[in-house]
């Protein structure tokens, strides 16, 4: 045994401490003699690692496995001793094997000691936390982070991230957000990558590769390197009525053409954890749902990593009318698959007792153990259980200025320019002189970095007003000053808006300044509670009275630009129609304020480009690009009566999929495909030339969207097939290819297997899902 330990322990200084400890009481273990380990497969595949964990678990009393699989929140220790509450209590038992939300080196070191003073065999906890984008140094929210196209950029943002977080002792991540939505009614868009699957797909690859930082997912010993989750599966953002926590219905097709593939794509990645979502599926809550995680994510992905609830989500089996009782609701999630319980206790509390009575088994609860024990030694934590709680490193690493930088190159990069008519922007002063700044937004700070902004200090935000006083300074621009209204709270309590609608007192300073102005620059909202989780909006236009604003200032006859900070498209129906340009800022993070100014300014060219598309109102939601057709499909060369079509509205977004304006032009042409068809084995290949026509330098997000006219199963009416991110200088010309493939035309067949079927296609290689100007078909045969 002495032998078998120091093979598996390693040699490290906290490894003598372990083996003595384990050599003594090994004795004293639940009875274990052999190892009952049978089912489990490991996410390393690495002898050793597996060997390592087997070993442990012949040692460790069900109680102690079982506490492993417990998951807390950092209140059960304040500044040295634990508290005496139910939590502390559990460290006491060596019965906590995660936490989440303990920040900083110094805190994370003391809990773990805390921890390894009460584990029996010294087993070190894992921290964990939600770094959705960016620890201290705070990024744009993931959904604008996806509208710049730029999968480099967001593996550079995570990467940042995680470095951040590791070096504050956060081992765990629960990030990437992939669940796939075309609903801006529900709050958590904000945290995604839009409506398209395709894209979808790629950039929880790019946010898996930056937040884990490997080449080798199987390696993870490196001490800035965390474990990414996959979150939340499946199904979330499909909520009824875009209603946080709702069920969902989706057809198992739909499940495995739209909500699956950015999952898999994760696990193909090596992300090391799932996360389950709070909704029932089809009737089933999927924190205990067998189908998800046994038959799609184990047997069908191969994913061999660990699956943790969201928060309390075993105990809300009961409310959901799934389980009668705690008790239930923890025999029914360890069936379905769940190695670890976030906060409910339904594990702590109850497996004990259902393994003694048979309801479950042993090798249930070994096999979720073994995955908990594999990452914390694959982490190194065994090795060295301090080794995230480097106190120079955090000072060194976190708000560093390099990460710095790159918040102001993901914020520009991030920025979509929705309208601009006359060429109102950029704001130059032979253009404009004096500029009002009205709007709720033009001095606001705290909502800049957005939900989810996890240690992002508020008040270091830049703010709009402070970015284009600086970058104006010295300037003929004079800037004038009119908050106008204010936005309206909700208090997050009760989930209500406190004020329905603020006063407008403020209007008539607003219209008096922007009488005296050239230009009015009108900043306005949503206040960052507005979005994330249980966010849900029904009227998804500019809260407050913010319209009514802006239509007192359209009477004034002078420029309107609108600067929007939001966590979800809007209904901008309205000031679409009215106002001369919309600038979509989203919520840009740490230099929101100086990215905005360099817009404004000309000084950075606009490129982003929506991934999600903005409905005329909400009786559209969802609405997006890549619909079908129906058997009576409305388009101008059908006739009107008797189609598929509003009376009170078109059926196409207000803006939609793939839109954003530049400052300069980009002229297609000259497409060309070297074949027209081809067959199993083959390919085409195609290329465009794009041309910078206009008077800036700039960047373009050349799209290609395919058509599949004839299939077994309809397909949409274009599908995003591939994207290429160029920079042009004016007058510059470049050639963009793309290969279409098999793997280009493959979809979900009725067997839910993918499937290719010869037939007749169309392309487009566009600016938007909505450019239909350059076409060309092929065939496959």
């Known amino acids: ?136 140094t705070t990024f744009p929210i993931p959904l604008a982070e996806a509208c710049s196209w730029d999968l480099d950029l967001m593996q550079k ?43 979808g797909s790629l950039v929880a690859r790019a946010r898996v590769k930056g937040f884990q930082g490997i080449q080798d997912y199987r390696d993870l010993s490196k001490s800035n390197t965390l474990i990414a989750t996959a979150k939340h599966f499946v199904g979330y953002g499909a909520a009824q009525g875009g209603r ?23 696990v193909e990645e090596g992300v090391g954890s799932f996360m389950t979502s709070f909704n029932d599926l089809n009737g089933v809550p999927a924190t205990g749902n067998k189908y998800l995680f046994k038959d799609i994510l184990r047997d069908q992905f191969g994913f061999n990593g660990l699956v943790v609830t969201d928060y309390t989500a075993i105990m809300e089996l009961i409310p959901h009318g799934y389980a009668k009782d705690l008790k239930h609701a923890a025999q029914l999630s360890l069936d379905a698959g769940i190695d670890m319980d976030m906060i409910s206790e339904a594990f702590v509390t109850h497996l004990k007792a259902l393994v003694e009575e048979g309801s479950i088994s042993m090798a249930q609860i070994d096999v979720a153990v073994a995955r908990i024990l594999e990452m914390k030694f694959l982490l190194g934590l065994f090795e060295d259980p301090y080794r995230y709680c480097d106190a120079e490193r955090e000072q060194q690493v976190v708000m560093k200025e390099e990460y710095q930088h790159l918040a102001l190159e993901a914020a520009q990069s991030s920025i979509v320019l929705l309208k601009n008519d006359d060429n109102v922007l950029p704001l130059k002063p032979e253009k404009a002189k004096r500029v009002a700044l009205i709007g709720p937004f ?18 270091k935000s830049v703010t709009l007003e402070e970015g284009l006083m600086q970058k104006y300074a010295g300037s003929k621009v004079k800037f004038t000053y009119a908050k106008g209204t204010d936005l309206p709270l909700i208090d997050r309590k009760t989930q209500k808006v406190t004020t329905q609608k603020p006063s407008s007192k403020g209007f008539a300073e607003a219209i008096r300044t922007a009488k005296n102005s050239d230009v009015v620059l009108v900043a306005m909202g949503e206040n960052y509670h507005w979005s994330g989780e249980a966010a849900s909006r029904s009227d998804i236009t500019l809260p ?8 007192a200032l359209k009477k004034t006859g002078k420029p309107i630009i609108l600067v929007l900070f939001n966590g979800r498209p809007l209904d901008l129906s309205w000031e679409a129609e009215n106002v001369d340009a919309i600038v979509e800022a989203w919520y840009p993070g740490l230099k929101s304020g100086h990215a905005l100014a360099n817009i404004i300014a000309g000084d950075y060219n606009p490129s982003a480009k929506l991934v999600m598309s903005f409905p005329r109102n909400v009786g559209q939601v969802p609405v997006f690009y890549n ?5 009576r499909p409305f388009n101008d060369q059908a006739p009107a009566d008797y189609r598929s079509n509003y009376i009170d509205v078109e059926n196409t977004p207000l803006f939609t999929f793939g839109h954003g304006l530049s400052y300069t032009q980009f002229e297609y042409s000259n497409l060309k495909l070297n074949k027209s068809s081809f067959s199993k084995g083959g390919k085409i290949e195609l290329s465009v030339e794009v041309k910078n026509t206009g008077n800036y330098d700039g960047e373009e997000i050349v799209q290609l969207y395919i058509h599949d006219k004839v299939a077994s199963v309809t397909r949409p009416v274009k599908e995003l097939k591939g994207f290429e991110k160029i920079f042009l200088k004016k007058g510059e010309s470049k050639t963009v290819q793309f290969t279409i493939d098999e793997s280009t035309i493959a979809f979900v067949g009725l067997d839910l297997q993918k499937t290719v079927e010869p ?11 909505a450019d239909e100007s350059l076409k060309a078909d092929f065939q496959y045969l």
Request: include cysteine; charged fraction near 25%; proline fraction near 2%.
């Open 1 to 136: 045994m002495r032998n078998r330990l120091k093979n598996w322990l390693g040699h490290g200084k906290y490894a003598a401490t372990l083996l003595a400890t384990t050599i003594a009481l090994s004795s004293c273990n639940s009875g274990n003699s052999k190892k009952s380990v049978t089912e489990w497969q490991s996410y390393s595949g690495d002898p050793q690692i597996e060997n390592k964990v087997d070993s442990l678990l012949l040692l460790m009393s069900l109680e102690e496995k079982i506490g492993q699989m417990n998951q807390y929140s950092a209140n059960f220790a304040a500044t040295g001793e634990v508290v005496d509450n139910q939590s502390g209590a559990y460290l006491k038992k060596g019965m906590i094997g995660s936490t989440f939300n303990a920040f900083g080196a110094e805190k994370v070191r003391m809990l773990q000691e805390q921890n390894l003073k009460y584990s029996r065999l010294k087993i070190p906890m894992l921290f964990a936390a939600d770094v959705i984008h960016g620890l201290e």
């Open 157 to 199: 943002t995570a990467r940042a991230a995680a470095e951040e977080a590791t070096a504050s002792g956060i081992a765990w991540n629960f990030a990437p957000m992939v669940d796939m939505s075309a609903d801006p009614r529900w709050g958590r868009v904000m945290e995604g990558a839009g409506e398209d699957v395709y894209l």
């Open 244 to 266: 946080d926590y709702h069920t969902t219905n989706i057809s198992e097709h739909k499940l495995h053409e739209t909500y699956f593939p950015p999952f898999q794509a994760a």
């Open 442 to 459: 033009v001095q606001e700070r705290k909502s800049l970095n957005g939900e989810w902004a996890i240690k992002g200090d508020r008040n």
């Open 544 to 551: 407050g009275n913010q319209r009514e604003l802006l239509k």
């Open 627 to 631: 619909q079908k057709n129906t058997g």
């Open 759 to 769: 037939g007749d296609f169309e392309l487009w290689v566009a600016k938007s899902a």
